[in-house]
């Protein structure tokens, strides 16, 4: 596959790059036509790498793609799994080049997506293209792609339920997580699940004068403040009555096992500039984001936020709330109980409403699977050691899904870094984990 | 005045509006155009009111207008104080007509500055003008409108420490503050003093993926809440040390007097549609905002915001927090000892920043003086009450400064009412308000 690379690199960015400029954010309305536009470019890039058939299909949101090569119906067949839609670009001020103008610099594509997920997905394209082309693929290969990932993936589900036969494989292969390091190669053995909701906190029915009732009323933001200063306690406990009555707490010997995958407190504190690290007592900073739930405000806002000052007391405040879970806390309960719970704890004053978002459960791979072994090869053989089984803190909720309808595991083989800043401003992806992505993938085919 | 009245009535709209329809917003860069213009446009109804002269002053900021009558130089002046610079108007989506196209309905003036304070000076200007044409005006009348009340008036105290003698007066007679109700006139004899700042709160140094960073880093709204929630303790008093080392507390025999004023309490929570009021505990709701300090967060900010859900920790979190002083908290003492424990309270994983916006401080009025004696029996006459003497829970800071600096106390002769939602959507002024206020203001001049 190295040879296929250098001789098609040209080629390669040119089709990423035109998958990347366009700005399927699936979150905002606008850009409702460019999810019909990533949907089309990537059936086409389906069809050119070497597929049978390759289509959009609708859904109730936004669509979806499939594709598939048939081999032999009787050899096994790999499901690979992929989105491209991308989070929001925002705070767009802060990106040094324009995110949907991919850019190479420092070795590296700066775009949203460059990692999340349309640089991935699109190794898994470029290895079934090389293997199709050159390397004797003697497996049947499937493609769903999706646009509502990084929306909590509403619609697929459904499709997929409707569409058993069509998506029926061996394994789902996924390449949407991110490595331990450059030079600690890992697959991902579990990941967390998701309660996402959004909280307004209304005081009284219009903006005040701060000064003409400041002290006498309550102020919606300071008690939005309070309610959720009182979600985590001093020692990192969630306080959400219930939270954990689910977790499952991870024996001494899993623990040992996790703790293998190195780390560098320093390094880590040093990447992110902070003077120190915070979470629940009694954990590693790697059992908090891979064995532990947690809950964060992803978004807050209420009164005057434009420049200057205004002395207003405002009538309502905000939050987005999210909670990451751990097998085996199930995601609709959790948004029950934080529910419950926020209207248990509001005090009379104010007005409280809870609206769910997206969630999803959290789920475990056997690390025991001919596909894992088969993965672990691959990425020896590429990085030159052993990839470490991890534990990742983000949420894929609907693999979760995907496993219980179709009733085949997944397999993680994420190459993102921690530098690629997914979700954040200037996104990137290493050219290098690129080229070493496709190659691991395509080895993947050799051994399995 | 009242036949005055009737005979203008439409005149007086017309000028009115044209000062409405000008958006002075002094907090925000772009309206800079419009200061002048308004300043312009009251220097024309000055003149035209009957002023011997009238112009437009620069300062380092907005510009102030300054115009004047001389009648006999030896008799009592009367300096007017008002502004002309307005509040932003969002959110703008609530304002049921256009904040900048006055509009009349159920007997009120809907606009941006209907009452605060363009509807207030013009009073102060049409009373002027009927005592020059036919009330027999036996005072000088000088008049300060500035353009920065409502930032906190950086520029004027400068201007008026070099314009002593310009402003030489012997009461400096404002209307900028409310009434009990419309049945119940009252007259301020104090208001409390101002500390507002901005807090920054930094984690790590860019945003990152809530996933894959969740529990194991500080997530700076979760702090800033922590922090926020932290500086009002349950009983309502203020964390911040050193903060009540100042402030006065009255006799029980001032408290009792104070309480004379008409409150129900249900009808205020009518108003704003709250189950309960929330303040310091020991006091009233008229004492919490009227004798009392207090804290509040005006606005706060920080991660996704936008529709649908965004799986970020954020790097930083934003709020703006002030706090309403009494006398004899001093302004920039209360802001020194807020940023000293602001900072004093950041945990370690997190840095802070407080930058100071504008402040001032409060002041109180003797009622024994012949100002407030003559503004006492005109506003009895109009509304056929004695007015009661109330402490008001706004600020104007440069009023202090204007004493201070002047050696003249101000009255304050309010005529706005709660209904008119002031800094908020859908401003009004009741056009009753209008009429008797500018009666009122002209019977003080008769009796002063």
């Known amino acids: 596959m190295k040879k296929y690379i250098e001789r098609n690199k040209e080629r390669f960015f040119d089709e990423l790059f035109s998958l990347l400029r366009i700005p399927s954010v699936s979150s905002l309305e606008q850009h409702k036509p460019d999810m019909q536009k990533c949907a089309g470019r990537l059936v086409g890039l389906l069809l050119e790498a070497g597929a049978d058939e390759a289509a959009v299909y609708p859904t109730k949101g936004h669509p979806v793609v499939f594709g598939q090569k048939t081999v032999d119906p009787s050899a096994p067949t790999v499901l690979v799994y992929g989105h491209y839609d991308v989070q929001p670009v925002d705070p767009i001020e ?159 010997e899993d623990r040992a096992k996790l703790s293998r995958a190195p780390f560098d407190m320093e390094e880590y504190k040093e990447f992110l500039d902070i003077r120190e690290v915070k979470g629940e007592a009694g954990y590693t900073t790697l059992e908090r984001t891979g064995i532990r739930p947690c809950l964060d405000v992803n978004g807050i806002w209420g009164g005057y936020t434009g420049e200057g000052a205004k002395t207003v007391l405002p009538s309502v405040a905000h939050a987005k709330i999210s909670m990451r879970l751990v097998p085996n806390q199930d995601s609709a309960t959790i948004t029950r109980l934080f529910t419950e719970h926020f209207k248990a704890i509001a005090p009379d004053y104010v007005k409280v409403e809870v609206t769910p978002h997206h969630g999803g459960d959290g789920f475990l791979i056997p690390i025991s699977s001919p596909a894992y072994k088969a993965a672990e090869k691959a990425m020896t053989e590429v990085y030159g050691m052993e990839p470490v089984p991890s534990r990742g803190g983000g949420s894929i909720p609907i693999l979760a899904d995907l496993q219980r309808i179709l009733g085949i595991d997944p ?9 690629d800043t997914i979700h954040s401003p200037n996104e990137s992806y290493l050219l290098k984990q690129l080229f070493a992505g496709m190659e691991a993938i395509a080895l993947f085919y050799r051994y399995y």
Chains 1, 2 share one sequence.
Not at 203 to 221: R, T
Not at 411 to 419: A, D, H, P, V, W
């Open 411 to 419: 397999l993680l083989m994420g190459f993102g870094l921690e530098r």
């Open 94 to 252: 802060l990106w040094k080049s324009d995110p949907f103008e991919p850019e190479i610099r420092d070795g590296a594509i700066y775009a949203r997506g460059a990692n999340d997920d349309k640089g991935q997905l699109f190794m898994h394209i470029k290895a079934f293209e090389f293997m199709v082309r050159e390397g004797g693929l003697k497996h049947n290969v499937k493609f769903i792609l999706e646009g509502e990932e990084e929306i909590g993936s509403p619609s697929l589900a459904e499709w997929a339920s409707e569409n058993k036969e069509r998506l029926a494989a061996d394994i789902i292969l996924v390449s949407d997580t991110t490595m331990i390091s450059e030079s600690v190669p890992s697959i991902n053995c579990g990941m967390r699940g998701l309660s996402y909701v959004e909280v307004k906190v209304t005081g009284p029915n219009k903006d005040l004068h701060s000064g003409h009732y400041g002290g006498a009323v309550a102020n919606p933001i300071n008690v939005l403040c309070d309610m959720i200063s009182s979600l985590i306690d001093k020692d990192g406990h969630i306080t959400v009555k219930g939270f954990y009555d689910d977790v499952v707490e991870l024996s001494a």
